[in-house]
């Protein structure tokens, strides 16, 4: 599995997905009006997107493993936001239900990419 370019890479689309749906999840109120949690819920889901393509960008495998780490832990961040989120009733529970999916197929595509790097490694 060679990419050419970021975002050729699934993991990255479904992450900007991911981001685009929390960025018009947030701009709705009252979600909008508490400026912390819609800020860091925010710039988590950004950070998963832009660590895979910075990952990529190292154009080593060990380098790359290291920073779908690091996307991989703001995505555990972006769905215990969203938990959050749901008890504060600023989300409904199907627009939880639909993130929370989506941060979980996202996850699943890193580790895979994940694995498929490490293996690759040997």
């Keep these: ?59 080593g495998n060990n380098e790359f493993i290291r920073f779908l780490n690091i996307a991989h832990g703001s995505l555990q961040e972006v769905q215990s936001q969203l938990y959050i989120a749901l008890d504060l009733e600023y989300i409904s529970h199907d627009q939880h239900e639909i993130l929370l999916n989506q941060a979980q197929k996202t996850a699943k595509l890193i580790g895979g990419l994940y694995r498929y790097l490490k293996y690759e490694n040997q």
Excluded at 18 to 41: E, H
């Design 1 to 59: 599995m060679r990419f050419e370019k970021f975002e050729d890479i699934q993991a990255w689309q479904n992450a900007r997905q991911l981001c685009v749906q929390i960025y018009k999840s947030t701009a709705q109120k009252p979600f909008a009006n508490n400026y912390g949690l819609r800020n860091q819920i925010q710039r988590a889901a950004v950070s998963v997107m832009s660590n895979i393509s910075e990952g990529f960008g190292r154009r």
